[in-house]
T-cell receptor
Framework: NAGVMQNPRHLVRRRGQEARLRCSPMKGHSHVYWYRQLPEEGLKFMVYLQKENIIDESGMPKERFSAEFPKEGPSILRIQQVVRGDSAAYFC???????????FGPGTRLTVT | ELKVEQNPLFLSMQEGKNYTIYCNYS?????LYWYRQDPGKSLESLFVLLSNGAVKQEGRLMASLDTKARLSTLHITAAVHDLSATYFC?????????????FGKGTLLTVNP
């Protein structure tokens, strides 16, 4: 059973461009969480999604960030008009149901130049 | 809102020595997790602690949970260089509809020969 997959693993964007990060959960998992790890900071929750629904986006910056988890295909974290402060590692985690352990993907390391 | 505090944040040990990392949390958490992260890598799940008094051991690492004191510990026995990494504890916000993880800031462990 393949683990959580994220791509790309490394992404370089210039200021003002868009970044799209993809997360394919483990087979049979319908719950996806996104976390961000900024340099010198710990991991922080961003958003929790179930298929076609955003359940909790309380950790998402108010502007430029959005997330989706469509019926078919991976979950997408989208950052518009990136700034240097968006440079971070973005991890997604999936679980088969609420209250089950989350399994983490390898992360996407975003660098904004 | 759950808050998680780890200490120490930096730990330099000699091989063969024992030490403990502490994790305090502010409110009820269904589970307490310990993760290991190597530089540039994802999170590796070490332990999931479910109930008061839970103790789990894997190799030179042992984790325990005291829900009354809201304290978890990660004890390292006879440290070896391979244990050098950052260790995170996390609680899940047992908020009914969301089990997002709240992480401590991490403990950077360096084991010196």
């Amino acid at each position: 059973n393949a683990g959580v997959m994220q791509n790309p693993r490394h992404l370089v964007r210039r200021r003002g461009q868009e970044a799209r990060l993809r997360c394919s959960p483990m087979k049979g998992h319908s719950h996806v969480y996104w976390y961000r790890q900024l340099p010198e900071e710990g991991l922080k929750f961003m958003v929790y999604l179930q298929k076609e629904n955003i359940i909790d986006e309380s950790g998402m910056p108010k502007e430029r960030f959005s997330a989706e988890f469509p019926k078919e295909g991976p979950s997408i974290l989208r950052i518009q008009q990136v700034v240097r402060g968006d440079s971070a590692a973005y991890f997604c985690a999936s679980s088969p149901d609420l209250a089950y352990e989350q399994y983490f993907g390898p992360g996407t390391r975003l660098t904004v130049t | 809102e759950l808050k998680v505090e780890q200490n120490p944040l930096f730990l330099s040990m000699q091989e063969g020595k024992n030490y403990t990392i502490y994790c305090n949390y502010s409110t009820t958490s269904d589970r307490l997790y310990w993760y290991r992260q190597d530089p540039g890598k994802s999170l590796e799940s070490l332990f999931v602690l479910l109930s008061n008094g839970a103790v789990k051991q894997e190799g030179r690492l042992m984790a325990s949970l005291d829900t009354k004191a809201r304290l978890s510990t990660l004890h390292i026995t006879a440290a070896v260089h391979d244990l050098s990494a950052t260790y995170f504890c996390a609680g899940d916000n047992s908020g009914g509809s969301n089990y997002k993880l709240t992480f401590g800031k991490g403990t950077l462990l360096t084991v010196n020969p």
